[in-house]
């Protein structure tokens, strides 16, 4: 099975940009779908955006044009790129690794490995 460690998460001021991290190990990450989610207080977990063994990637439109999912196999790390952030987004980020089909799904209970969070805050 993989291990997912995020980090990169702290506080910016809206507009500004952030870039979490998710290192795996015991597993090569490329061969999972491999995605983010996130969770503010008092709301579900949802996706945030996802990249599959052949690097295509998909969006929540709340995120759509403003953040970039990729992938470096290298590193065996995946990364968010958050830009133009507002206070919205505001919210604990979860990176996940799907065993099994290869396609690219928004629904947590289709993933079977989680990290432990890491907190991103936008100031207004």
């Known amino acids: 099975q993989v291990q997912l460690v995020e980090s990169g998460g702290g506080l910016v001021q809206a507009g500004g940009s952030l870039t979490l991290s998710c290192a795996a190990s015991g597993r090569t990450l490329r061969d999972y779908v491999s995605g983010w989610f996130r969770q503010a207080r008092g709301k579900e977990r949802e996706f945030v955006g996802a990249?599959?063994?052949?690097?295509?990637?998909r969006y929540a439109d709340s995120v759509k044009g403003r953040f970039t999912v990729s992938r470096d196999d290298a590193k065996n790390t995946m990364y968010l790129q958050m830009n133009s952030l507002k206070p919205e987004d505001t919210a604990v980020y979860y990176c996940?690794?799907?065993?099994?089909?290869?396609?690219?799904?928004?629904?947590?209970?289709?993933?079977?490995?989680w990290g432990q969070g890491t907190q991103v805050t936008v100031s207004s």
């Open positions: 996940a690794a799907r065993q099994g089909p290869l396609t690219i799904t928004t629904a947590s209970r289709e993933y079977d490995y």
């Open positions: 990249i599959n063994w052949s690097s295509s990637t």
